[in-house]
C-alpha cells in the first residue's frame, strides 16, 4: 500500500465532498426536497443550531476515507478514472441505500429530519450527489495519482498464447 497514493486519494474525496456539499441548495431546488446530507452528519453529533460545521467535517471525512481506499483499488479497475470513480460512488450509494430505514428510526434527531424510506426523490437525489461525488473523485485522483493512467507493460505472447521463451530468460 502506497501512502502518497492513499494521501492524494482522501485529498480527491474530501474536494469530492466539498462539492457535493457545496452543490446541495442547488439540488434540493431542483429535486424539491429538503434533504441534506451535512444536516443528516451534525445533527448526529450536536444539538441546537451548531450542526452545520460538524455537519461539513463529518461529511469531509468521509469523503476523504471513501478516496483514500478507491485510490488504492483505482489500480486494479479498468477503465476511464472519471468512469472508475462514477461507478465506485453508485456502488456505495446503492449499498448504503438500504440503511435508510435505520436512519429514519435511529437518528438521535430524527424528529426534526425528513423521512428517507420510502421517498423516491430522495432517492434520486442521492443518486445525483454521488454522481458528483464519483466523478469528482475519479478525476481529480487521476490528477493527482498520474502514475497509473500509463498503460500496462507489453507482454511477448508466441503465437500458441503461451509466452516468448526469450521473454522468460531475458535474452529478448
Do not use: C
Not at 79 to 91: D, N, S, Y
Amino acid at each position: 500500500m502506497d501512502l502518497r497514493r492513499s494521501v492524494n486519494g482522501a485529498l480527491a474525496g474530501g474536494v469530492a465532498a466539498a462539492v457535493w456539499a457545496a452543490q446541495q441548495p442547488l439540488d434540493k431546488r431542483a429535486f424539491g426536497t429538503s434533504i441534506d446530507d451535512v444536516e443528516l452528519l451534525g445533527k448526529a453529533v450536536t444539538s441546537g443550531r451548531a450542526w452545520p460545521l460538524p455537519g461539513v467535517a463529518l461529511h469531509v471525512q468521509n469523503g476523504a476515507a471513501f478516496g483514500a481506499m478507491y485510490a488504492q483499488l483505482r489500480r486494479f479497475l479498468p477503465g476511464p478514472a472519471p468512469v472508475v470513480g462514477l461507478g465506485a460512488a453508485m456502488v456505495e450509494h446503492l449499498a448504503t441505500w438500504t440503511l435508510v430505514g435505520v436512519v429514519d428510526r435511529f437518528h438521535p434527531r430524527r424528529a426534526e429530519l425528513p423521512q428517507l424510506k420510502g421517498d423516491r426523490r430522495a432517492f434520486w437525489q442521492a443518486t445525483w450527489r454521488h454522481a458528483v461525488f464519483g466523478l469528482v473523485l475519479g478525476e481529480l485522483e487521476r490528477r493527482l495519482n498520474p502514475d497509473f493512467d500509463e498503460e500496462p507493460p507489453v507482454v511477448p505472447v508466441a503465437s500458441n498464447g503461451h509466452g516468448s521463451m526469450e521473454a522468460v530468460v531475458g535474452v529478448a
